[in-house]
């Protein structure tokens, strides 16, 4: 089934589930779709954990650096759970040609800024191939990888350039903020015949929340209000999502209404609900973990002011990211990490409260 997504499992949605951890809901996802669909394999580096020495058996020690496969090679075998060299752009390239002729591979890149590695394939091939021959293919191909800093991985694993990849026509792109999130956008880019990336923040691995058991898929493109408010509206994606319900708590002890929209998705984008917010609480602050130029927040913004201009009270801000790489020192590492009390501060200046 397709849940509307435009509130979460709201009052009176009667549905049996589980409270679980974002990386347990992406693991079970996967192995559903595996029993659903004989056309869907794994394809990545250390995902089947290696292999016993004597019986040559796949130990599956960890199913990978982040476990999203763990288990996965036991039950459905090595052609299905492929383990793949050190050669992103080879195997990216090897599961963009078997999604080509028919499988629905799903291809962990480990750290997003790997995916530097495969951008030829992911943006000249993945993307390009059903408008180059007319139509007459397909290529579904889901991609994963994990994003974001604050988590001591530095510069080069920590990456957070998601809008590099929704720049790119043909090629989409989702951003899940919490178990539930990531349960049916997982499921839905793996049933899409469009490649899909599924950008996981490594701050959120291990947060818990409520899944339902039923088997759904979030409609790719659109986004939830997360909490609905009159004073302002918090746009997040991925974990700044979070950082967004944080700051409306605390903006709401100082009797703030701070309406909070998650994106969801970010290629396609869902313009309307960004603007019928706006047109409902005339000011926007937008919250994004990558670097500010050319950024999903500076698109947000472009939108806001080309399509609700004259909704506005103030100007469109954006809470961000410095334009550095990140820092591997743990103290600098958390200055350049947009938090609640950035966007705290962001809207007190907005609405011109001082005596806070």
Known sequence: MTINNQSYLGPGYDVKGNEMRYRDAFNNTLRAELEYDKNVLIIGEDISGGFDKKTKEPLDAWGGPFAATKGLVQDFGTERIMDAPISEAGFVGAAIGAALTGLRPVVDLMYFDFTTVAFDQLLSNAAKSRYMFGGQTKVPLTLFARS????????????????????????????????????????????????VFVVNDKKLINMTGFVPDEDYQIELGKGRCLKEGSD????????????????????????????????????PLDEDIII???????????????????????????????KAFDYLDAPVKRVTAPHTPVPYSKELENEFMPDSDDVLQTVKNILDIWFF
């Open 276 to 306: 019928e917010s706006v047109k409902k609480t005339n000011r926007i602050v937008i919250v994004d973990e990558d670097n500010p130029k050319a950024s999903i927040a500076s698109e947000v913004a472009a939108i806001v002011s080309d």
């Open 232 to 267: 302002i509206t918090l746009v997040g994606m991925s974990y700044t999502t979070v950082v967004c319900q944080e700051a409306a708590e605390k903006l709401k002890e100082i009797g703030v209404d701070a309406e909070v929209i998650d994106l969801l998705s970010l290629s």
């Open 148 to 195: 974001g800093g604050g988590t001591g991985h530095a510069a080069q694993h920590s990456s957070a350039f998601y809008s590099i990849l929704a720049h790119i026509p043909g090629l989409k792109v989702v951003t899940p903020t919490d178990p539930y999130s990531v349960k049916g956008l997982l499921s839905a880019a793996i049933r899409d015949d469009d490649p």
